[in-house]
């Protein structure tokens, strides 16, 4: 040994040596620490001496070395021992590399080995793979033979400080010394030998501090775990000997990566690092982690690949990678983890094949393969797992079929292969599973019928086979399972009587059948005391719901458990129970889509939530109780036949568990059973963050998670009037209301809760309506008492002028004229009583605007009135067939009357008239802007302004008058001069479009109760619009309201219940009332006025006429006097009178002004302002068209029959049978028509025009005379 001075003055400049880290018990007290300093320093000096003295150098004198030194250091070799002469130079290569030295832990489980390359080579026992590589090598010497090496009393392992570099294994730092002697300039001896030190020591705290700075962890926090990391529980643990043998890092927010130096720690036994979120790929150095036997990096955003080197992880029993981003395939070398009994890869991108390999894992317990993109078939080797208790390989992309092997896994409690791509049967070999409780096999595409050996499995809690394509009947002893708790076979193809099935599975919380082909009644014959959700939904169900429902109105409380319960969408009938509205837990009632009618019971369920009710057949007010319920949200009442007021609703936001909701196998009622409380931290520890999300989202209740938002509500296309409530306990609310019902009071609407977009004016009782019938009325009350006062002396007059002698087409058409006043009298002689009828029963609509109480639109239907009703139009079509079957036949020439068409004739013909249909549509645009400004929104995509709007609904009927008074004739003359059709054809054809018929058909497509075609331009339907999307609505994935069928589209029942054939009435009426006004009043004043301001002009011929020019040079200002224009005109007020009268018993009394207004202007025009009529061929052809009033009254007899249908009216088929008699051909040969034309045409002669002149002056004279 060297001098003290000696040895400083050689290791100066030499970094010192470090404190080394103790592998056993600490050393206590500082003698013994300064003993361990002096000792190391001593050897270090020595060595450097020896080893630098080079060939020349002469040994120091030798010194003993004590018998504790030696216990620690180890036998040295003997001295005689056999040296090479020469080592190889430093880096020069052997071709064999021989050992020299070896040595054995003290505990037997690890060895060293020494060669000629003066490597050092460690040995793991425990840990060595079937290549027999040394896991660790380090070189103390370079390039010098090793003669020998050991390892410390201690057991402690071996490490190089050749150059004082530091090391880690097994959790601690330590230094290791060679010891070496040089004789004569070669190595004699090498041994390696642990130095002690502190487990606390500086060294350790820098790399563990590094460690944790690495895996994201603040330095400030690293740092105080670094100060006594073995006091850092339960982070960090260690063993008695000071070795870190655990770290437990879980949900420490750690956002680095995961360092590579971990897998020095080679003694570390378990390592948690999950729910943080580091990043980066899993280091291939973690395989070198031996003693490991729990890995578990869940929940992270790690990537990339995983090692195959967790293979050499022999120790391994849980290896946790699950929620992550790792991506590849498994490596099939996980099946020699033969310790493996938790494998969790879920919720990751793994791709390929399930590794067939992994059934070699015989002590695997679990196995989570779920959420990947695994393809490919289940390996049938997973069944040589036995002790396997949960399979879990749901969310893939598995195909093929179920392997029939897994029913031999016996021990097997859960199994879930749901959302894959499965096809196939349901293997049998399954109810073997005698341990079984979870089995999840929906949404797939399994077929074939459900095994009734499933009913085997008593332990089965939850069996849950939804949206496959499974067919047959569903077997009777599944509803037997004592243990099943939720039974889920939705959306199937299942068929089969539902009584047949008797469920007494006293622990059932759960049954869904819905979306399945089910028939017959439902029927409970035993009370399901524990069910709480209960769907039957979208099936073929039919009958009553009442042996469904006293079971559990006969518990107690009244529905025990009983939360939700679905029948909506299949044909059930009938009245509601009233118990079913009592249901004390009851939350949500979806009943929607079905035939049930009557009224509502009373609803006295407290916490109901959810009540859907939509599209039935409900009758009757709305019950009181709604207003009572504190928890309503969803309440959907639309197209059904509710009457009366909206209630004051107490509306809060819907707050409720979804039933079809499951995460692994648990519904929200039954995690509320398992877990009690909704523990955020708990739940989001056993499910994850991305499943707990799902959880709390579909568990609201539950979870106390209930978010503040819109109530909803739907109350349109019923019966309601009458007032709107201005609020219903809140103002976010969404909803419609007014389309389809006759809301308001003829004031604005105010109330808050009624969305701005459907506002619309012509959506209901609205100022608009109620200026307009009152106009109306008050016009029609003048019109009447005018009519009451000239009619009678005009008629005098008219009889006086022509009894006993015709004058030409004059003749025709006074005749023709007193004829309609004579049917338009007869009409109003028939419809008083029916005015009485409709005014008496004017109820469906409580409040409706006044001139709908006198008409159809708004009669409610009564068994007497009905008959009543139904009699007077069978009176009426009876006298309207007659008449027409009355009228005088046209003379036609015989050249016409056989002439034959030829073919090419007839197909220019039917061109023609088509093209006479487009003239008359442009023409007839008044009657169409009409309809169209009664329908179209103020918010609209047409770019029209609502002064537009405006002015479109008041100047319809007057510009449809002007037209008709300017355009017509002329347009109709000129197209028959040039397709050769007779002109008085094309006008009355001009006329029925541009009176009523294109209004009707308008009416038809863009009125709200018929096929709404006024939402085609409304914003809220136009896709993409910002409000588009605000009327889809769902519970929890039951569709309630969809804003293309529901809101844009019409009604499936528009032509069947009876709305549309009222809104025709209702909305048509008016226009047809302005416009006979308008030609009872207006024209003959405006006539009159321009006639004052004509003269007379000289005709060119006497086929002309003579006629009135304004100033006596601009157009004729008596052309609407000619008969063509004066036959067309009767002809039209005909089918007015034929169609109209029955219905709008008004309409009788507004064409008696209109025809006797026509008459008096004729007899003004031919003797006071001296006209005389046209003698051509058009105007001599010219005469009321008997084919134009059979059609209108085809069409008249058709609106009653649909009408009479579509409100059920009582003696609705007696007016069927009446109206077949009546139109028939067979009608001629017992109607009286004969007595008929006696009573209404009157004979006429015709004379020469020599003597209708002279006649004129005469009595023109007398009349001066007089």
Known sequence: MMPEGTRHEKSKGEKPAPKGVQFGPRSTGDAAAKAGAQARQARAGKLSANVNTGPEAQPGPEEDDSEEEKARVGPLMPTGTAEPDELPEPGKELEEKAVTAIGLDPKGSRMITG??????????????????????????????????????????????????????????FWEMELKAEVEQGRCVMAQAVVVTGNCTGSVAQEFILDILQKLGMPKKQAKEITRDPCNSRPLLECNGNGTIVSIVLLGEQLSGEIPKELGQLQLLQRLELAKNRLSGEIPEELGQLHSLWNLNLDQNQLSGKIPKQLSHLQSLEILRLG????????????????????????????????????????????????????????????GQIHLLEELVLSQNQLSGKIPKELGKLHLLIILLLHQNRLNGKIPKELSQLQSLSLLLLHENKLSGQIPKELSQIHSLTKLNLAHNRLSGQIPTELGQLQSLKGLHLARNQLHGDLKEIIFNSTHLKSLDLSFNKLSGEPVFWLPLKELEELDFS???????????????????????????????HNKLSGELPPCLMQFTNLQLLALNNNHFSG???????????????????????????????EHLGVLTLHENMFMGAIPHLNLTTPCIDNSRFSVQGWSCSMLKVDFWVCDHQFLRTVFGPHMFQHIVSNCPGWCDACQSGTANITFHRNRLSGNIPSSINRTDVLGLSIMGN???????????????????????????????????????????????????????????????????????????????????????????????????????????????NIFAANFEADHGVDSAVVSCWCTMAFVFRTMIASMPKRSCSPATAFAKDSLQERLLRVVAWVCWFGIVFICSLPSILFAFSQSLPAHNSIPLSDLVLQWFNSLAPYLNVLIDMVLSAPVSKKYAAFTGIKADRLLMTFRLFSAWLLALLTTVVLDENCLSGWKWTWTV??????????????????????????????????????????????????????????????????????????????????????????????????????????????????????????????????????????????????????????????????????????????????????????????????????????????????????????????????????????????????????
């Open 115 to 172: 060669g000629l390359e003066g490597t050092l080579k460690f040995f793991d026992f425990h840990g060595m793979s079937e290549a027999k590589d040394a896991f660790r090598s380090v070189e103390p010497v370079v390039g010098k033979m090793v003669h020998a090496v050991s390892f410390s009393p201690t057991g402690g392992q071996v490490s190089r400080t050749r150059r004082e570099e530091k090391s880690v294994l097994a959790g601690c």
């Open 323 to 382: 929620q992550n981003q790792l991506s590849g395939e498994i490596p099939n070398e996980l099946s020699q983890l033969q310790s493996l009994q938790e494998l969790d890869l879920a919720q990751n991108q793994l791709s390929g094949d399930i590794p067939k390999e992994l059934g070699r894992l015989q002590s695997l317990r679990m196995l989570q393969l779920a959420q990947n993109q695994l393809s490919g078939e289940i390996p049938k080797e997973l």
């Open 538 to 568: 979208h099936n073929r169900l039919t009958g009553s719901i009442l042996k469904l429902v006293t079971p559990f109105c006969s518990m107690s409380p009244a529905g025990m458990s009983l939360q939700q319960l679905r029948l909506n």
């Open 599 to 629: 009224a509502i019971p009373e609803v006295l369920a407290p916490e109901l939530v959810v009540l859907a009710l939509h599209k039935n057949y409900f009758t009757d007010h709305l019950p009181k109780g709604l207003e009572d319920l």
């Open 742 to 852: 006759m809301l308001g009071n003829g004031r604005e609407v105010n109330a808050s809760w009624i969305l701005p977009e459907e506002k619309q004016p012509f959506l209901y009782y609205s100022p608009k309506v109620w200026n307009s019938h009152t106009q109306l009325l008050g016009g029609m009350y003048v019109l009447f008492f005018g009519m009451t006062v000239f009619s009678w002396p005009l008629r005098q007059k008219c009889l006086q002028t022509y009894r006993g002698l015709c004058v030409g087409q004059a003749a025709l058409v006074v005749a023709s004229n007193l004829a309609v006043l004579k049917a338009a009298g007869s009409a109003v002689v028939l419809a008083c009583p029916l005015l009485l009828f409709f005014w008496r029963n004017a109820g469906y609509y409580a409040a409706a605007p006044p001139l709908w």
């Open 1021 to 1266: 339907c136009q896709v993409g619009s910002p409000n588009h999307q605000n009327f889809n609505w769902a519970v929890f994935g039951e569709e309630i309201l969809n804003t293309d069928q529901d809101i844009c589209g019409s009604t499936d029942a528009w032509w069947s219940d009876g709305r549309c054939s009222r809104a025709i009435i209702g909305n048509l009426t008016p226009f047809l009332l302005k416009k006979l006004m308008v030609r009872a009043t207006l024209q003959p004043l405006t006539l009159l006025m321009f006639w004052h301001c004509s003269k007379l002009d000289m005709p060119r011929d006497d086929l002309q006429g003579r006629h009135l020019k304004l100033f006596g040079r601009w157009r004729r200002t008596t052309g609407s006097l000619v008969p063509l224009q004066q036959l067309s005109l009767l002809t039209t007020h005909m089918e007015m009178l034929i169609v109209w009268a029955p219905l709008v018993p008004f309409l009788g009394f507004a064409i008696l002004a209109a025809a006797l207004a026509n008459l008096f202007m004729f007899d003004a025009g031919l003797w006071s302002f001296q006209v005389t009529l046209p003698t051509d061929e058009m105007n001599r052809g010219a005469a009321i068209s008997t084919s134009y009033l059979r059609f209108a009254l085809v069409v008249g007899s058709f609106f009653q029959l649909w009408y009479a249908f579509g409100t059920q009216l009582f003696g609705r088929y007696a007016l069927l049978a009446s109206h077949i008699m009546v139109i028939g051909p067979w009608a001629k040969h017992f109607l009286p028509v004969d007595l008929v034309r006696r009573h209404f045409w009157t004979e006429h002669q015709t004379v020469s025009d020599v003597q209708v002149i002279e006649m004129a002056i005469q009595l023109d004279q007398e009349a001066n005379a007089s």
